[in-house]
């Protein structure tokens, strides 16, 4: 079977001022496609180092990492840059929007980076921010949002290029309750359209609505554990009761 993303003995050693940390010790992992996988550990167990190496935004010390059965540690910065733009969405603890820009404008910028014509960009993005349940809110700066709307808004950059997996650091630890459970039904929204999800989080509720819980203790995978398929949820933004 070839998986969408693999890890094969990964390690990543950190120098901290003349002593070295060992952040990985030689993890493998394999992601099916279309697989919900959401990795947990205490904090310093390294989370987010290995998601940091799936995602080509660092590089391991060993061990490689493949993406649709082709290695991609070894690729350049520009060559990862123009992957991550194809293949991979990310969405951050703290949302990592531009500040300067508009709503409309942060979802357009991926689109516009991969080459799309403007009229093509903003088309997209004004109906991805509309399925997102933020179409009312394309002109607003994103400090204006509330932390799940910031999130959507985060989601909807991460999906512009209809990438075939999406990697979430965190993406409920920033937010209360309600806008946990509207981001972790949006998640699970993208999954059942065929997107892979790989999640690190703290967070139960976005572990029990994974198909799979990879444990992570002093950089190794201590535990693993197959979870029975979560029931549909409704998105939160097709409520009559709507944030």
């Known amino acids: 079977m070839t998986y969408v993303l693999e890890a094969r003995g990964l390690a990543k050693t950190y120098d901290t001022g003349g002593a070295e940390v060992l952040a990985l010790r030689g993890v493998d992992l394999a992601v099916e496609r279309g697989e919900f996988l959401a990795i947990m550990g205490p904090s310093g167990s390294g989370k987010s180092t290995l998601l940091n190496l799936l995602a080509g935004l660092d590089r391991p010390t060993a061990g490689e990492v493949r993406l649709d059965g082709d290695r991609i540690d070894r690729l350049s910065e520009t060559e990862l840059a123009r992957l991550r733009r194809r293949k991979i969405g990310f969405v951050f603890q703290f949302f990592n929007l531009v500040p300067n ?8 910028l991926p689109l516009l980076l991969s080459g799309r014509g403007r009229k093509q960009a903003r088309a997209s993005a004004v109906e991805l921010l509309s399925e997102l349940g933020v ?3 394309r002109a607003v700066a994103p400090a204006l949002l509330s932390g799940g709307q910031q999130q959507r808004v985060a ?8 990438p075939g997996i999406v990697l979430g650091d965190e993406p409920t630890g920033n937010l209360d309750s309600a806008a946990a459970r509207e981001v972790l039904a949006l998640l699970r929204a993208a999954r059942e359209r065929g997107r892979t999800l790989l999640v690190v989080t703290h967070d139960a509720r976005v572990a029990a609505a994974a198909d799979r819980v990879v444990t992570l203790r002093d950089g190794l995978v201590s535990d693993e554990t197959e979870l029975e398929p979560a029931r549909p949820v409704a998105l939160p933004f097709e409520s009559a009761e709507r944030p």
Not at 101 to 108: A, I, Q
């Open 135 to 137: 179409g009312d809110k």
């Open 101 to 108: 820009l508009s709503v409309l404008e942060n979802v357009e």
């Open 155 to 162: 989601l909807a950059r991460a999906l512009a290029n209809t």
